[in-house]
């Protein structure tokens, strides 16, 4: 998200700190913003581990000074519960110093964003632990790389970690960013990030897949039921012919003798 503080301003002890900017998404940013919300959110959810996820939020980190902030793409605050629509901006020294654990830079060439050096100062001064930098049309570029990704030392800097094909293993959390077919970031699971957490969308088709074979268990056991109770029926049927005959028999002997 592009920085321009002059709109929609939030006054704070005499000092305005702008709550947005008038600069859009790209449709990119928007795409991978969304899906990997949902997933974080719900894996999250899943864990029952406390965490806030969101994007495009003015983070201010110098007490007085509103030039001092950077706006992530997608962020991940530990510990925090708070509904989306409390938030307009976030200020560290008004949350105990709490900045993101994560923080998500999607690199964009329709709206100016400079994700050099100032950048990576910025992120660092606000405190973030891991930084992502995602560049899907980076071999458009010279350059230029899929993923940057950097850690925090304990001396507080941000530290560039190796990065190897269309993943990362983050540090923050027992997960990978994969890259997706359509440019997506999805979560990976496992020791290569090869199982992908699944979306609302997969979720519901694999609730439906087993709901299916379910109802197909259900009806191979239904027809196998009836098959037994007309094999139980038929063997009735020829248990009570068996034994009509028999009681014929009987009788025929019966009568041979009283002759």
């Known amino acids: ?38 997933l974080f959110e719900d894996y999250f959810a899943a864990l029952e581990r406390e965490a806030f996820v969101g994007c495009n939020q003015f983070f201010y980190y110098k007490q007085g000074d509103p030039r001092s902030v950077v706006a992530p793409d997608l962020y991940v605050i530990d510990g925090v519960s708070i509904h989306p629509t409390e938030l307009k901006s976030w200020k560290i020294w008004e949350h105990d110093g709490k900045a993101p654990t994560l923080a998500l830079e999607i690199v964009s060439d329709e709206y100016p964003k400079d994700y050099g050096d100032r950048l990576l100062e910025r992120y660092r001064d606000l405190g ?44 923050s959390y027992d997960v990978w960013l994969v890259r997706g077919a359509h440019d997506e970031l999805r979560l990976g699971l496992g020791p290569k990030g090869e199982s992908l957490w699944p979306t609302a969308q997969e979720r519901i088709a694999q609730v439906s897949d087993r709901a299916a074979v379910e109802a197909a268990r259900a009806a191979a056991e239904a027809e196998r039921a009836d098959a037994e109770a007309a094999r139980a ?27």
């Open 1 to 38: 998200m592009a920085l321009d503080t002059n709109t929609s301003r939030e006054p704070t002890g005499g000092v305005v700190y702008p709550v947005c900017d008038d600069m859009g998404e790209s449709g990119l940013q928007v795409f991978v913003t969304r899906l990997l919300m949902g």
């Open 128 to 171: 973030v632990h891991e930084l992502v930098r995602y560049d899907p049309v980076h071999l458009s570029r010279r350059k230029r790389e899929l993923f940057a990704h950097f850690v925090r030392d304990e001396r507080g800097q941000l530290i560039r970690r190796p990065t190897i094909g269309d993943r990362i293993q983050l540090v």
């Open 233 to 259: 029926a038929a063997e009735a049927a020829r248990a009570d012919s068996a034994q009509a005959e028999l009681e014929r028999l009987r009788a025929e002997l019966a009568a041979l003798r009283g002759r």
